[in-house]
């Protein structure tokens, strides 16, 4: 069974103050880990999808890294609208969906 | 471009009741899946469909239904509505199977 673990579960920033995710899984062959971004009561909104060991994706002050058996999410000097939670998932060789973690709930403060 | 649209965005039911949720995808995608997310969780798949047929079950009751149509548009049908099926319903879209998914924004059923 697939599993996704996040963490930490909460995280509280200075705007500025750089810091990481964690995304550590299980799979029984991995196609594809994604990170998604979630504002409250909204739908997941995608970041990147990652697919082998060593790749690494970046898009404004985020940067995403994925190893055999986590990926990081860093946040560069974030600003308060970065505040969100991230959601981090997998899709494996053997299932037809997307299983998720629970979340990092990111606040940056001004 | 349209993203994946759901409506209603908002329902309030009773328990017993029977809901129908329905979910727009991105145009040219094929593939529709289904996620219940409840508060402080992430989502859980629910369903799979891929050129109207049903590719994937999770692990939910069989209170639970759905269905994809020609246009590739898809209802989630849920019967006897319990308080524990409160929850954010969001639908995915994918160019293929397995690839690619992008959500809306979720209809948000509260089950009084």
């Known amino acids: 069974e697939d599993q996704v673990t996040q963490s930490p579960e909460a995280l509280r920033l200075q705007e500025g103050e750089s810091s990481s995710l964690n995304c550590s899984y299980t799979v029984s062959g991995l196609r594809g880990l994604f990170w998604y971004r979630q504002d409250p009561g909204k739908g997941p909104e995608f970041l990147f999808t990652l697919y082998s060991a060593g790749e690494e994706k970046e898009k404004e002050r985020l940067k995403a890294t994925l190893t055999k058996k986590e990926s990081f999410l860093h946040i560069t000097a974030p600003k308060p609208e970065d505040s969100a939670t991230y959601l981090c998932a997998v899709l494996s060789g053997s299932a037809r969906q997307l299983t998720f973690g629970s979340g990092t709930q990111l606040t940056v403060l001004p | 471009d349209a993203g994946v649209t759901q409506s209603p965005t908002h329902l309030i039911k009773t328990r017993g009741q029977h809901v129908t949720l329905r979910c727009s995808p991105i145009s040219g995608h094929k593939s529709v899946s289904w996620y219940q997310q409840v508060l402080g969780q992430g989502p859980q798949f629910i369903f799979q469909?891929?050129?109207?047929?049903?590719?994937g079950r999770g692990n939910f009751p069989d209170r639970f239904s759905a269905r994809q149509f020609p246009n590739y548009s898809s209802e989630l049908n849920v019967n006897a509505l319990l308080l524990g099926d409160s929850a954010l319903y969001l639908c995915a879209s994918s160019l293929v199977q397995d690839y690619g998914y992008t959500f809306g924004s979720g209809t948000r059923l509260t089950v009084v």
């Open positions: 469909y891929y050129e109207k047929e049903e590719r």
